[in-house]
Structure formats: structure tokens, C-alpha cells
Nanobody
Framework: VQLVESGGGLVQAGGSLRLSCAASDTTFIINTMGWYRQAPGKQRELVAAITDGGGRTNYADSVKGRFTISGDNVKNTNYLQMNSLKPEDTAVYYC??????????????WGQGTQVTVSS
């Protein structure tokens, strides 16, 4: 399963970006899909995740009220709407998906990462 990310870029503080992540295999049954980020010199951290077809969402405290994660189960795609961006949001953002193949084998996959840069 490949996770294809898009939507990163350069934006001024206070601006918005929308990240997308699409799983190449639509037969892969996704349990949780989420976004992590890693800034230079820092550990990778969870930003937001969506589980159970959108029934549950989870956000890092630092992005609550500014970021919204949503999903399209038919397309095996999720979106991260990022508003009121701050310079400290600058990082490489990685999509992650875990779930099961139709064979019953569990899978956990990462995207290649997309750069988000917020200028002050």
C-alpha cells in the first residue's frame, strides 16, 4: 500500500493549507489514518488521527481548534485542514495508515512526507 501525500507548501503565519493522503489500495481496510510531523532536531509527533471511519478523532494539544482531520472511506483518503498556521507548525508532515489487507494480514504504512513551511 502506498500513501500519496499532497498539499504541503510555504504559507505566511495565519494562513491555511490542506493536506491530502490517499492510499493506493482501496481494498486495504483502514482502521486509523493520521498525520505526524517532524521538525529539524525534534522527534516525530502525532498531529491528528481519525479512526473507525471518522467516528473518533484525536489531536495534539498544540493544534486543537486550528486543525481538522476528515476522511473519505470510499476513496481511502484523508484530509488535514490546517488553519491559523504558526511558524512552529513548520515541519515535514507524514501520513500514516494502519489496518488489514483482505487476507487478514495487518499493515502499517507511511507516506514519503510533505514539507510545510510557515513564515513569520
Amino acid at each position: 500500500v502506498q500513501l500519496v501525500e499532497s498539499g504541503g507548501g510555504l504559507v505566511q503565519a495565519g494562513g491555511s493549507l490542506r493536506l491530502s493522503c490517499a492510499a493506493s489500495d482501496t481494498t486495504f481496510i483502514i482502521n486509523t489514518m493520521g498525520w505526524y510531523r517532524q521538525a529539524p532536531g525534534k522527534q516525530r509527533e502525532l498531529v491528528a488521527a481519525i479512526t473507525d471511519g471518522g467516528g473518533r478523532t484525536n489531536y495534539a494539544d498544540s493544534v486543537k481548534g486550528r486543525f481538522t482531520i476528515s476522511g473519505d472511506n470510499v476513496k481511502n483518503t484523508n484530509y488535514l485542514q490546517m488553519n491559523s498556521l504558526k511558524p512552529e507548525d513548520t515541519a515535514v508532515y507524514y501520513c500514516n495508515a494502519d489496518g488489514w489487507h483482505r487476507s487478514g494480514v495487518k499493515g502499517d504504512y507511511w507516506g514519503q512526507g510533505t514539507q510545510v513551511t510557515v513564515s513569520s
